[in-house]
Nanobody
């Protein structure tokens, strides 16, 4: 099993920045890609950004150019640097880990709240 623990959420003003962290533990050798997803109230969970085991990144159109995902494999930690935050970025942010060659995450963290005030 893999456990994921997110941290770094909070309240920030529009235009501000936050950095989220996701620390993986357990059977981390099973992990392929890691990514961030978010869910706003009354909406479905959506993709935010992903980084592969080889360091390739992919972003949602709504976050491209504002968010940066990175990974420290030695620490089994993935980060999401969020800049130029907007009120519509308000959501619970979840970390997900995929198995190699698979698309959807097999493991999820508990989520961390990000609130952007206008």
């Amino acid at each position: 099993q893999v456990q994921l623990v997110e941290s770094g959420g909070g309240l920030v003003q529009s235009g501000g920045s936050l950095r989220l962290s996701c620390a993986a533990s357990g059977s981390t050798s099973r992990i392929g890609g890691m990514g961030w997803y978010r869910q706003a109230p009354g909406k479905a969970r959506e993709f935010v950004a992903q980084i592969s085991s080889g360091g390739n990144t992919r972003y949602a159109d709504s976050t491209k150019g504002r968010f940066t995902i990175s990974r420290d494999s030695a620490k089994n930690t993935v980060y999401l640097q969020m800049s130029s935050l907007k009120p519509e970025d308000t959501a619970v942010y979840y970390c997900g880990a995929t198995l190699p060659g698979r698309g959807a995450p097999a493991y999820w963290g508990q989520g961390t709240q990000v609130t952007v005030s206008s």
